[in-house]
């Protein structure tokens, strides 16, 4: 009886004594507060208390203030891990909800508690196929859409199969249902009002989706995680979404915030998760390639619009028509014997069931397998045939690119017709975001526009006062070049507060849009282009007679983009519908522009304006700028 006795106390009290043992010779303290927890349980500073945990998940913690506590989490999870409780969405031990907190805990505190067998996520791990390492995938901007310049992250596990698109992909986005309000995506996605969560799925299924159906370029940054850290990463990941969830934010606790947070817990030393007023992926991208020996290669995978304008290109003007012809059906496919001919209508074939599904169902479906039978027969490319294959455009690259923000500092002068007097002025401009026409391509998709939102103040030399130049609000532009493989428009829109150019007002502030939709084409090769937009303007101000004004008009100009260097010839009319005021009323605008790229985050740049007025009675407005461009995240 004695022998039970002393038998049931010791297993009773054993975890309390391997606790009582490393609280000896250690500060439960200094844990608890040591970098590797607090990334491992996702806590950051706040204003209210010392830490707030950004997992929002109430069953992600075993104390009752653990969210805002981290030592008391750190003692109810050492004593969690020896109950026979169950926890999480799929009811398990603790040990097996919450692996990689079981694994630290064993590791740097020298817990001792039995283990228990974890079947759901040995399963869970089983399906990556013996990971070895990660790939942090970047996904690049649509075509033809600047707004998503932002680009979105993924994870990509690598693992021992010998194709890499048969390796694991995980993707974590907000859970929005199909038939959502636009609306209410906005509001919720900026507020948060969805959940963000995990998914699994083959990297195929994820390059099908981004490749191929939205022509985007992937960048794949495998990183120096070792197969012990990449199974703990897989844990980690595990313990979040069988146990707790997270709140998405568009702006801040997005896809790329959330997944380099994951790595900080695997890694506390990186400070990879920080950022400024938004987690914006392609600059958090950034924080992984300058992090020191953080990624070990980095791979790319061009768009499907890519691949096919690579062949296209290559096609000489025999070989064009062949490619026309058999795309317009005027000849069978068998009837063309130049193989890089077919290689392009395949292109273009594969591009219209990504892009026009009804359309390719209707025309091309039985079409390509014909397609594909005519090109075996002719055999592989000869080496001549491959040499005039072109390298893929790989400008994408978001940590070639410059950051998010920009100051820019200017000096210029402005000059009425009819004045012999030339105003000076100094003007100092901070834009939120993102990119403009005259900005280095590099990290962006090439001729794209997005800007949201600015601010530029002025001081004028002649009237010693400060003035707020310009509030814009967005700016975006689109210049997508027509070709055979795709003729989308080239669109553009604007709206801002800032005075009018053409009579001769400086301080009246007129509330603007500005929208167009035309055409472009590369001029050459597809460094330069040019094009030609319809546009509407709409002006409110109420010193105007009408107290508003509004035209159609027409806008044109040119891109050509030498090197390290871009210059910009651009040519608009709008004509005001305002025939109470004046007949046939217009207004011509031309602008120029030269930049330098010094460096990554360094821009100089010479632009000038020039406004004419239809009526003698507003004069016309010179201005020039020597402007001075300096990026920042």
Same mark, same amino acid.
């Given at each position: 009886m004695k022998f039970f006795l002393v038998t049931l106390l010791i297993t009773l009290f054993a975890p309390v004594k391997s606790f009582a043992e490393w609280n000896q010779s250690l500060s439960l303290s200094e844990v608890a507060h040591s970098k590797s927890w607090l990334k491992l349980l996702h806590y950051r500073e706040a204003w209210t208390t010392d830490y707030k945990s950004l997992v929002d998940g109430p069953d992600f913690f075993f104390a009752e203030d653990g969210k805002t506590n981290p030592e008391a989490e750190l003692k109810a999870s050492l004593e969690a891990m020896s109950k026979d409780i169950k926890v999480g969405k799929l009811k398990q031990h603790p040990q097996c909800?919450?692996?990689?907190?079981?694994?630290?805990?064993?590791?740097?505190?020298?817990? +001792?508690?039995? !283990?228990?067998?974890c079947e759901k996520f040995e399963a869970f791990v089983k399906g990556f196929n013996n990971p070895k390492s990660i790939?942090?995938? *970047?996904?690049?901007?649509y075509p033809n859409n600047p707004a998503s310049m932002f680009g979105h992250l993924l994870i990509k596990? &690598?693992?021992e199969r010998n194709n890499p698109l048969l390796d694991s992909g995980l993707n974590y986005a907000a859970v929005v249902a199909d038939d959502e309000n636009p609306f209410a995506f906005f509001y919720f996605g900026v507020f948060g009002g969805y959940i963000g969560s995990y998914t699994h799925q083959p990297y195929y299924v994820k390059v099908n989706t981004y490749v191929n159906f939205e022509s985007r370029d992937l960048w794949e940054y495998e990183l120096t995680f070792t197969p012990e850290e990449v199974r703990n990463f897989i844990a980690?990941?595990? !313990?979040?979404?069988?146990?707790?969830? *997270?709140?998405y934010y568009f702006f801040d606790e997005n896809c790329a915030h959330q997944i380099l947070m994951a790595l900080e817990a695997i890694r506390p030393d990186w400070e990879v998760s920080d950022h400024t007023w938004a987690a914006v992926p392609g600059e958090m991208i950034k924080n992984l390639a300058f992090t020191p020996d953080a990624v070990k290669e980095v791979h790319f995978r061009p768009s499907h619009y890519k691949q096919a304008m690579q062949v296209l290109n290559a096609l000489t003007p025999e070989e064009k028509d062949g490619f026309l012809q058999i795309i317009q059906k005027d000849v069978e496919p068998t009837e063309v014997k130049h193989r890089l001919s077919l290689d392009a209508s395949i292109r273009y074939v594969e591009y219209l069931r990504n892009e026009k599904r009804s359309f390719y169902e209707k025309n091309y479906k039985n079409f390509r397998e014909t397609l594909l039978s005519a090109r075996a027969k002719l055999g592989m490319l000869t080496d001549e045939e +491959?040499?005039?294959?072109?390298?893929?455009?790989? !400008?994408?690259?978001?940590d070639l690119g410059h950051d998010v923000a920009a100051f820019v500092t200017s000096y210029g002068t402005s000059t009425f017709s009819g004045s012999d007097q030339t105003s000076e002025f100094f003007s100092l401009k901070f834009?939120?975001? *993102?990119? @403009?026409?005259?900005?280095?391509?590099?990290?962006?998709i090439r001729y794209g526009k997005i800007e949201f939102p600015s601010l530029e103040v002025r001081y004028y030399d002649d009237e010693e006062h400060l003035m707020i130049e310009e509030l814009g609000l967005l700016k975006s532009m689109s210049l997508h070049p027509l070709s055979h493989i795709s003729q989308k428009f080239s669109w553009k829109?604007?709206? $801002?507060?800032?005075?009018?150019? @053409?009579?001769?007002?400086? &301080?009246?502030?007129?509330?603007?849009? @500005?929208?167009?939709?035309?055409g472009s084409l590369n001029l050459f090769n597809r460094r330069h282009i040019a094009y030609l937009l319809g546009t509407m303007s709409t002006e409110l101000y109420d010193g105007l007679p009408l107290g508003y004004r509004l035209g159609p008009g027409v806008e044109t100009g040119v891109l050509v983009n030498p090197s390290n260097v871009k210059l910009q010839l651009g040519?608009? $009319?709008?004509?005001?519908? @305002?025939?109470?005021?004046?007949?046939?009323?217009y207004v011509d605008s031309v602008k120029t522009g030269i930049a330098w790229h010094l460096q990554r985050n360094w821009e100089l740049r010479q632009t000038g304006l020039w406004v004419i007025g239809s009526s003698e009675t507003y004069p016309q407005q010179f201005e020039t700028f020597l402007s001075v461009y300096y990026f920042f995240h």
């Amino acid at each position: 009886m004695k022998f039970f006795l002393v038998t049931l106390l010791i297993t009773l009290f054993a975890p309390v004594k391997s606790f009582a043992e490393w609280n000896q010779s250690l500060s439960l303290s200094e844990v608890a507060h040591s970098k590797s927890w607090l990334k491992l349980l996702h806590y950051r500073e706040a204003w209210t208390t010392d830490y707030k945990s950004l997992v929002d998940g109430p069953d992600f913690f075993f104390a009752e203030d653990g969210k805002t506590n981290p030592e008391a989490e750190l003692k109810a999870s050492l004593e969690a891990m020896s109950k026979d409780i169950k926890v999480g969405k799929l009811k398990q031990h603790p040990q097996c909800a919450f692996p990689y907190r079981f694994y630290y805990l064993k590791k740097n505190l020298n817990l +001792k508690v039995p !283990e228990q067998k974890c079947e759901k996520f040995e399963a869970f791990v089983k399906g990556f196929n013996n990971p070895k390492s990660i790939s942090i995938v *970047y996904s690049s901007a649509y075509p033809n859409n600047p707004a998503s310049m932002f680009g979105h992250l993924l994870i990509k596990v &690598n693992s021992e199969r010998n194709n890499p698109l048969l390796d694991s992909g995980l993707n974590y986005a907000a859970v929005v249902a199909d038939d959502e309000n636009p609306f209410a995506f906005f509001y919720f996605g900026v507020f948060g009002g969805y959940i963000g969560s995990y998914t699994h799925q083959p990297y195929y299924v994820k390059v099908n989706t981004y490749v191929n159906f939205e022509s985007r370029d992937l960048w794949e940054y495998e990183l120096t995680f070792t197969p012990e850290e990449v199974r703990n990463f897989i844990a980690h990941i595990w !313990e979040i979404e069988t146990n707790s969830f *997270y709140w998405y934010y568009f702006f801040d606790e997005n896809c790329a915030h959330q997944i380099l947070m994951a790595l900080e817990a695997i890694r506390p030393d990186w400070e990879v998760s920080d950022h400024t007023w938004a987690a914006v992926p392609g600059e958090m991208i950034k924080n992984l390639a300058f992090t020191p020996d953080a990624v070990k290669e980095v791979h790319f995978r061009p768009s499907h619009y890519k691949q096919a304008m690579q062949v296209l290109n290559a096609l000489t003007p025999e070989e064009k028509d062949g490619f026309l012809q058999i795309i317009q059906k005027d000849v069978e496919p068998t009837e063309v014997k130049h193989r890089l001919s077919l290689d392009a209508s395949i292109r273009y074939v594969e591009y219209l069931r990504n892009e026009k599904r009804s359309f390719y169902e209707k025309n091309y479906k039985n079409f390509r397998e014909t397609l594909l039978s005519a090109r075996a027969k002719l055999g592989m490319l000869t080496d001549e045939e +491959k040499h005039r294959l072109p390298e893929i455009p790989k !400008e994408t690259r978001p940590d070639l690119g410059h950051d998010v923000a920009a100051f820019v500092t200017s000096y210029g002068t402005s000059t009425f017709s009819g004045s012999d007097q030339t105003s000076e002025f100094f003007s100092l401009k901070f834009r939120s975001a *993102y990119h @403009d026409l005259l900005n280095s391509d590099r990290g962006m998709i090439r001729y794209g526009k997005i800007e949201f939102p600015s601010l530029e103040v002025r001081y004028y030399d002649d009237e010693e006062h400060l003035m707020i130049e310009e509030l814009g609000l967005l700016k975006s532009m689109s210049l997508h070049p027509l070709s055979h493989i795709s003729q989308k428009f080239s669109w553009k829109i604007e709206t $801002r507060i800032a005075p009018a150019k @053409d009579y001769g007002c400086l &301080n009246c502030r007129h509330i603007s849009a @500005d929208g167009g939709i035309g055409g472009s084409l590369n001029l050459f090769n597809r460094r330069h282009i040019a094009y030609l937009l319809g546009t509407m303007s709409t002006e409110l101000y109420d010193g105007l007679p009408l107290g508003y004004r509004l035209g159609p008009g027409v806008e044109t100009g040119v891109l050509v983009n030498p090197s390290n260097v871009k210059l910009q010839l651009g040519l608009k $009319r709008i004509w005001y519908l @305002d025939p109470k005021v004046q007949p046939n009323h217009y207004v011509d605008s031309v602008k120029t522009g030269i930049a330098w790229h010094l460096q990554r985050n360094w821009e100089l740049r010479q632009t000038g304006l020039w406004v004419i007025g239809s009526s003698e009675t507003y004069p016309q407005q010179f201005e020039t700028f020597l402007s001075v461009y300096y990026f920042f995240h």
